[in-house]
């Protein structure tokens, strides 16, 4: 008689050595490898790379992924998935790049190296991206972020012990220490707190809602952005803020994204002194202080690099330091000055400047 156990499990390596394209000990097939990851009781780890282009990505697996140390320690606990989205992808199958495709919006990766540890259904727990220090500095880090799952489970378990709006609140607060952008993933969770608090006592659907909108009117922005109608994007804004009822904080926030576009689309079309004018009746007119006021010098500060005038914007971040040196924009703004010089003198000798060597790439997570 045939084994039936034994011929799914040597089905499941056949899968398994096939999609280990990535590397050594990586699997490139996401859904063998939640198979597998089940099968193991272990979680995922996915690295989501850009292997031919992306600096930081590079750097993470010279200095971690490829030691010995850092597959050994990771043996026992992780499944590794690699999803490689490279400028070459000549070799890489129809099927890999439709895969990789759809993960990539199902897990709204939004820059390179994106590491998430997932448990075996494919549920983000916690995310990261390069740490410096080498496979033993990485594994420390690991574990500080398996901890947010051991965490996520306790507070499950707790949470399935008590029933109607008090049931609610704790999954709601069991949520809040997910990864804010993949509670998708956590839909039976979601649809159940909607159930048993239907009068959203916690505000839980109220903020999903929120935040929704807000997406939709990402993308109608920049919708209007890429077809050269920026100059509707204010009004957009308007009506969100209008529809929502927006108040405090969360208003203040989407006033400064339209004044963002005023400038934006002020500078632009040539108009510095307009968009100058916008940033500095904005702060007088909202009595605008602290960081936040130094965030909003930096944009004037921004518009004044673009258009070369390097004087005025060494001006502005002597400004931006006096509001609080010690704040991270004013930190950032001391550290800049030195950039701001070369920049000018750059521009001033345009034959004796190297070109600019950025890393490839956005870099998402701790990079240099």
């Known amino acids: 008689m045939i084994n039936t156990t034994k011929l799914a499990g040597l089905a499941l ?27 193991e009781k272990k979680d995922l780890l996915v690295d989501f790379t850009g292997s031919d282009w992306c600096g930081w990505c590079i750097k993470l697996k ?37 895969q990789n495709g759809e993960l990539k919006d199902t897990y709204k990766i939004q820059g390179y190296p994106t590491i998430m540890l997932m448990d075996a259904q494919g549920r983000p727990f916690a995310q990261t991206g390069y740490q410096k220090g080498g496979p ?44 804010e952008d993949q509670l998708t993933h956590y839909s039976a969770i979601t649809d159940e707190i909607t159930k048993l608090d239907p009068k959203d006592t916690s505000g839980f659907v109220k903020a999903q809602k929120l935040k929704d909108a807000r997406k939709k009117l990402e993308s ?19 009506q969100f803020i209008k529809d ?34 916008l940033v500095d009746s904005y702060i007088s007119e909202n009595k605008t202080e602290g960081e936040d006021k130094q965030n ?24 931006i330091i006096a509001v609080d040196p010690e704040s991270k924009t004013g930190k950032f703004a001391e550290e800049f000055k030195p950039r701001l010089a070369k920049m000018k003198e750059a ?22």
């Open 62 to 98: 010279d200095e971690v992924f490829k030691h010995d140390a850092f597959n050994k320690g990771v043996a026992d606990k992780y499944i590794l998935v690699e999803i490689d989205y490279p400028k070459d992808s000549s070799k890489m199958s129809d099927a890999t790049k439709k």
């Open 296 to 319: 909003l010098l930096g944009l004037k500060m921004g518009i004044l690099i673009n258009t070369k005038k390097f004087d005025d914007a060494a001006k502005v971040i002597d400004t």
């Open 220 to 238: 109608d922005i920049g919708a209007a952005m890429q077809s050269g109608k920026g100059d509707t994007a204010p009004a957009l804004i308007d």
């Open 347 to 368: 521009a001033a000798n345009p034959k004796k400047a190297n070109p600019a060597h950025g890393q490839p790439g956005h870099v998402h997570g701790n990079g240099e």
């Open 136 to 179: 033993e500095n990485y594994l420390t880090h690991l574990e500080t972020l398996q901890a947010q799952k051991t965490k996520r489970d306790k507070d499950l378990a707790a949470a399935d012990k008590l029933s109607g709006e008090e049931k609610a609140k704790a999954l709601v607060s069991v949520l809040k220490e997910l990864p």
């Open 244 to 277: 929502n009822q927006l108040e405090g904080k969360e208003k203040q926030k989407m006033l400064e994204t339209k004044l963002q576009i005023e400038a934006g689309n002020a500078a632009r079309a040539g108009d510095t002194d307009k968009a100058l004018s």
């Open 13 to 39: 390596a056949l899968t398994v050595s096939i999609a280990t394209a990535g590397g050594e000990g990586w699997m490139t097939d996401f859904a063998a490898a939640k198979k597998k990851a089940a099968a």
